[in-house]
């Protein structure tokens, strides 16, 4: 039972490529969420997908996209790298959040964007 | 808009003695508190919550939180510091309804126990 796992676990990037990061989760979840973390921020919600086929934007969704491919994967896109892109990413998984279940996280990805 | 603050960036204490790390929060309606845990290059461990019910929530590696509605506080204790706990710890709030699925999380708290 790997949980959530989460590649590359590094990766940088020059201004204006693309690359997509990978996150996968083997607990039946049905909810997934990407993060990003930034020194002395916390972690800030960038896009959720309540379920399989449904996504929504987070606290900070500007220069992402996402993809739900199924109920286990949850794909984070960065179309045009910015250096403010510079950051941690952590997916992570639950049950039904409405009814208290907590999130479980992934290892992380970090990025870099020269 | 929901927020949480972790007041103090940094709480030192000595191995054995009594631990606190601070949390208030702010959100609509019922309120749905965690505290997760982070190690260096790692990503977040849950610690514990609080949905509904007794105040006193008691989670992993002996930790306990207070929930106090008055103050709007979640509060982290451990009645015994262990050199072991020294990491970067995080609260988080959501709500119930539509808002359980933005987690918003407090600056961290960075937790050094000295030996």
């Known amino acids: 039972n790997a949980g959530v796992t989460q590649t590359p676990k590094f990766q940088v990037l020059k201004t204006g490529q693309s690359m997509t990061l990978q996150c996968a989760q083997d607990?039946?979840?049905?909810?997934m969420y990407w993060y990003r973390q930034d020194p002395g921020m916390g972690l800030r919600l960038i896009y959720y997908s309540a379920s399989e086929g449904t996504t929504d934007k987070g606290e900070v969704p500007n220069g992402y996209n996402v993809s739900r491919l199924n109920k286990r994967e949850f794909s984070l896109r960065l179309e045009s790298a910015a250096p403010s892109q510079t950051s941690v990413y952590f997916c992570?998984?639950?049950?039904?959040?409405?009814?208290?279940?907590?999130?479980?996280f992934g290892p992380g990805t970090r990025l870099t964007v020269t | 808009a929901q927020s949480v603050a972790q007041p103090e960036d940094q709480v030192n204490v000595a191995e054995g003695n009594p631990l606190t790390v601070k949390c208030t929060y702010s959100v609509s309606g019922n309120p749905y508190l965690f505290w997760y845990v982070q190690y260096p290059n790692r990503g977040l461990q849950f610690l514990l919550k609080?949905?509904?019910?007794?105040?006193l929530v008691k989670g992993s590696y002996g930790f306990e939180a207070e929930f106090n509605k008055s103050q709007t506080s979640f509060h982290l204790k451990k009645p015994s510091a262990l050199v072991s706990d020294s990491a970067l710890y995080f609260c988080a709030a959501s709500y119930s309804g539509a808002g359980s699925y933005q987690l918003t999380f407090g600056k961290g708290t960075k937790l050094s126990v000295i030996p």
């Open positions: 609080y949905i509904t019910g007794d105040n």
């Open positions: 992570a998984s639950s049950g039904d959040p409405d009814l208290g279940y907590e999130q479980y």
């Open positions: 607990m039946n979840h049905n909810s």
